[in-house]
């Protein structure tokens, strides 16, 4: 079956609100409800004034205000149940989309190189899954300030026509100042987001490679062109401030012109005995309200703009493929797996540890056992490629150092029972991660794990991995960033922890060759030789690869 097509910006925003449509219809008529309550207070204000006070009725005034006190005490209940509703959609939202994000870099693997920079990585689930997902919130206080518009409109219409003929006109000539403003501010607003992607990029790539930059001296130069970048992008911030600033204003300014045409045109009404003083009193009333109705009018349409930018730069990215072809139907058995270009064999259980003094070509020859890359590799009796690519996504997993972090509660982001979870934590010995995130599996991780260290990060990253539990993990350099002695227990736990399955762990580590069942030693990319780290250590290259390592 041909993968589906990615989705477009209005229907990524549709599929958000569609899993939650009993939940926002719910909500919805609780938003209409309390637009009513509120608009009918103040038209009971009118019956309070002429029917009360005016005709000095106490039994008429006594019931237009309990009916206030009712209308009064139903509307805050009735909209705070409304937003319960939408803003529960919105959490709900953001999460469905990082995970939809996830799920696409898992599934894309290393198509998304060179077409998404790490910039893109670090923005798609924080800043744009927020924005897409508030629009459905967004969405609750239109339906509450349409109701407050049509209703209050209807009933100004019915104290007066003209006073109905003022209002909306007003708002069509507001649709029509502002609409230009929000095509530019659409546009500025993408060109704006863009910049920010290549400068995290950027600033990402400085710090990745501050150590091999200053060695040349080339910081200075990078840091210089991160200068001009970011002047480049504080010039596009302040046009993207104009238009928004053009905006905001029309948002203060064109309800107060509702204001005075309303009340100038109901007091010629009064004074000319068209309306009542009651009328009267509820055509001001209206205007007064009319000012945040039309406001939050201008506002929504501000926001649905930025939504929109941010589920187009989703989508784009959601479009991003494979690089390999998913033609495979076969699921099922396996076995160990071959990699005929480099000769490297993973057996089909225990620990294995591939030794080479270049990582890039090791982690190469993972990318095509785990599939990440067309190669001639074999799964047992048959090719790699002749199995389902979801089959392959599931049983092998690779692991790097730049597998991402998204932001998500500590237990989402392993994603496993809280048992499971925990168990993960303690073979990746990250339990200082856990305690130090407050002890508990709804502590947040931050975007990308930047409230963790770089250690952390790594343990991390190895902990979500052994929680899924792969029939088959190729981890590169795992333990590259913690202490020697936090290591050699890593070893021995994940060693022990994953004895009935299959372990392949690129690194010279002498710690993690005590614990291998078999060593691969590599050179240029090709096995050179296959035994034990004894049998290997004889020698004198292997030797010094290896000790080098170990005084490291």
Request: aromatic letters at 8%.
């Amino acid at each position: 079956m041909p993968p589906a097509p990615p989705p477009t910006a209005s229907r990524l925003l549709l599929d958000l609100a569609r899993p939650h449509a009993r939940r926002l219809a719910v909500g919805a008529l609780f938003y209409l409800a309390a637009g009513a309550t509120s608009m009918t207070q103040l038209w009971m204000v009118g019956r309070i004034v002429d029917e009360g006070f005016i005709a000095r009725d106490a039994s008429a005034l006594l019931f237009w205000l309990a009916l206030m006190l009712a209308a009064v005490t139903a509307q805050p209940f009735f909209w705070s149940m409304g937003f319960r509703r939408f803003i529960g959609a919105e959490a709900a939202n953001q999460r469905a989309i990082v995970q939809r994000l996830t799920d696409h870099l898992n599934a894309a693997g290393t198509g998304v190189r060179g077409r998404v920079s790490g910039g893109e990585l670090v923005n798609l689930p924080s800043e744009d899954a927020r924005r897409a997902a508030r629009s459905v919130s967004d969405l609750g206080f239109f339906c509450n300030n349409f109701a407050m518009f049509t209703i209050g409109t209807t009933l100004v219409w019915h104290i007066h026509p003209l006073l109905g003929v003022v209002i909306l006109a007003g708002s069509a000539v507001t649709a029509l100042i502002t609409g230009p403003l929000l095509g530019r501010f659409q546009r500025r607003q993408s060109d704006y987001r863009e910049m920010i992607g290549d400068l995290t990029a950027h600033a990402a790539d400085i710090v990745g490679g501050l150590r091999v930059l200053r060695g040349i001296g080339g910081d200075l130069l990078f840091a210089e062109r991160y200068r001009e970048q970011s002047a480049a992008l504080r010039d596009t911030g302040y046009r993207v401030a104009n238009s928004s600033s053009w905006i905001h204003a029309l948002r203060h300014s064109m309800p107060i012109v509702f204001v005075a045409a309303i009340t100038w045109t109901g007091a010629v009404l009064a004074a000319t005995g068209a309306i009542t003083i009651g009328g009267l009193a509820s055509a001001f009333s209206f205007a007064t309200v009319f000012i945040a109705v039309s406001g939050n009018f201008i506002g929504f349409a501000n926001f649905l703009v930025t939504a929109w930018v941010a589920a187009g730069r989703i989508t784009r990215f959601l479009a991003v493929g494979t690089d390999v072809e998913d033609r495979g139907t076969v699921r099922g058995a396996g076995g160990e797996l071959r990699d005929p270009d480099s000769g490297l064999v993973v057996p089909a259980g225990g620990l294995t540890v591939v030794v080479t003094a270049e990582t890039g070509p090791a982690q190469a020859a993972c990318e095509r056992l785990a599939r990440y890359r067309d190669s001639e590799a074999m799964w047992g009796a048959k090719a790699l490629d002749e199995y389902a690519l979801e089959e392959v996504r599931e049983r092998i997993m690779l692991l790097t150092d730049e597998d991402y972090l998204f932001a998500d509660t500590l237990g989402e982001t392993l994603g496993v029972p809280p048992e499971a979870a925990m168990n993960a934590i303690a073979t990746a010995c990250a339990a200082d991660v856990h305690t130090g995130l407050g002890g508990t599996l709804e502590a947040q991780v931050a975007e990308g794990g930047r409230n963790l260290s770089g250690g952390q990060r790594q343990r991390l990253r190895l902990a979500r991995a052994l929680a899924a539990a792969p029939e088959t993990l190729l981890a590169v350099e795992p333990t590259s960033a913690v202490d020697s002695h936090t290591e050699s227990i890593i070893a021995e736990r994940v060693a022990e922890a994953r004895a009935l399955t299959s372990t392949l762990v690129v690194t010279a580590s002498p710690l993690w060759l005590a614990r291998a069942d078999l060593v691969v030693w590599m050179v240029e990319g090709k096995v050179h030789a296959v035994g034990s780290h004894a049998e290997l250590s004889r020698d004198p290259s292997y030797r010094a690869l290896t000790s080098h390592e170990e005084d490291a």
